[in-house]
């Protein structure tokens, strides 16, 4: 069974930065499509990054576009959101997902068969 575990979540002061991270075992890691998404209060999962099973194709979504970046380490099972920036709005619970392939769907969280637990970022301003 897939375990995906979230860490790097925390209270960040506007403009500034964190990295995510995101601990996978129990399956192919590296032969998963990866993502991350957020649910802030009140709102539903948005999607944030995507990156393919061999870090060839990434996407992002606008708002964080030139701010985050998503990267992979297949060697150490571990996938990243590296988050520069940070503003207020960003504030949410992030999630990692994986899925042994979302072609074009990949921004659609029922597109990814596993998740993990989240991890909680404030923006303050």
């Known amino acids: 069974q897939v375990q995906l575990v979230e860490s790097g979540g925390g209270l960040v002061q506007a403009g500034g930065s964190l990295r995510l991270s995101c601990a996978a075992s129990?399956?192919?890691?590296?032969?998963?499509?990866m993502a991350w998404f957020r649910q802030g209060p009140g709102k539903e999962r948005d999607f944030v990054a995507f990156?393919?099973?061999?870090?060839?194709?990434?996407f992002y979504k606008d708002s964080v576009k030139g701010r985050f970046t998503i990267s992979r380490a297949n060697a150490k099972n571990t996938l990243y959101l590296q988050m520069n920036n940070l503003q207020p709005e960003d504030t949410a619970v992030y999630y990692c997902?994986?899925?042994?392939?979302?072609?074009?769907?990949?921004?659609?969280?029922?597109?990814?068969?596993?998740w993990g637990q989240g991890t909680e970022v404030t923006v303050s301003s």
């Open positions: 997902a994986g899925s042994p392939y979302s072609g074009k769907d990949y921004y659609y969280p029922g597109t990814y068969n596993y």
């Open positions: 129990g399956g192919p890691f590296v032969s998963f499509d």
């Open positions: 990156i393919s099973w061999n870090g060839d194709s990434t």
